[in-house]
């Protein structure tokens, strides 16, 4: 499932693509979609601007129209120049909007929308792919949505905070004080943003076992799992500093190792020995989502209620 920093780049890089651009084109594939398209047509509406929220990417139409996706488990947003083939088949096309005087330009084989980078181009169209959620908003409407104004605050907007941060922590530990760490990272009430890499690499560099409940957490470990949180999602959405601006950087990491096997501390590395201490990284099913978390027990040691 793509992550908040995947969604972030994604949103940053359609901006540069879509903001301030007349739509020439509208199609999509999802009958909810066609019908606000036949009442509101998007078609010669300005994108106003793309924003990340937590997973969730939001394109603000003039006209008060918004249209907000979410990938899900495999959901990408695509850019192309107009007729040029799509790497993806059309029968997964659920979205396309195409606009003129682009300013993107392809900088990897794969095109997702987070992997491009500026530069002159002419009309094109962002294509979005196999995405689970896609739907059409107002503001009021989008207001009374029971899921994106819900989120708690989003690890990469400018507004985050560590004291914000662990206030919200220290919040639900007292509503849930028997909710377990790592399914406390992933709700994303609590803190947008955290996916199931992020929840394990966290905890981590935090030293806290994720099976631990919350009432157990100290104020200086809430701390040290929101600094870690900020840090990491901050360092994988970084830009280049060429002129090209690239907006996708390869592989997400959390140590500073170079090279590619040793880019994350805990994270799919069940049996293999801890970076830190050398002890075997374990993994075990957490939560009603029934997903994988890693952790070392040395670094991370078990504290009993």
């Known amino acids: 499932m793509p992550e908040g920093d995947t969604i972030y780049r994604t949103a940053r890089t359609l901006q540069k693509a879509l903001g301030g651009k007349v739509v020439t084109a509208f199609e999509t594939g999802l009958a909810k979609l066609a019908a606000v398209d036949d009442e509101s047509r998007v078609v010669g509406r300005t994108v106003e601007r793309v924003e990340a929220r937590g997973k969730w990417c939001l394109i603000f139409f003039s006209g008060d129209l918004i249209l907000v996706t979410h990938m899900l488990m495999s959901g990408s947003w695509h850019i192309y120049r107009v007729g040029e083939r799509w790497k993806l088949p059309r029968r997964m096309m659920r979205v396309v909007v195409r606009v003129s005087e682009a300013s ?13 980078a500026t530069q002159s181009w002419g009309e094109f169209e962002a294509v979005l792919f196999n995405a689970q959620v896609a739907e059409f908003h107002t503001a009021r409407s989008l207001e009374r949505s029971s899921q994106v104004p819900k989120l708690g605050l989003d690890v990469l907007s400018e507004g985050f905070s560590v004291e914000g941060g662990v206030r919200a922590l220290r919040e639900r530990a007292a509503s849930h004080p028997e909710d377990e760490v790592g399914v406390v990272l992933l709700n994303q009430r609590v803190m947008a943003g955290l996916g199931n890499v992020y929840k394990s690499e966290v905890a981590f560099a935090a030293g806290v076992n994720p099976f631990r409940a919350m009432r157990t ?14 840090r990491y999602m901050t360092a994988n959405v970084v830009e280049g500093t060429s002129e090209q601006m690239v907006t996708y950087t390869g592989p997400r990491r959390t140590t500073r190792a170079m090279d590619h096997g040793a880019r994350l501390w805990v994270y799919r590395r069940q049996g293999q020995e801890c970076r830190r201490c050398g002890a075997a990284i374990l993994m075990r099913k957490q939560g009603v989502q029934v997903r994988s978390t890693y952790w070392c027990p040395v670094c991370q040691p078990w504290v009993a209620g």
Do not use: C, G
């Open 104 to 116: 993107v330009f392809p900088t990897h084989a794969r095109k997702d929308a987070h992997e491009w």
């Open 217 to 230: 957490i100290t104020e200086r470990e809430m701390e040290a799992l929101v600094e870690a949180a900020r």
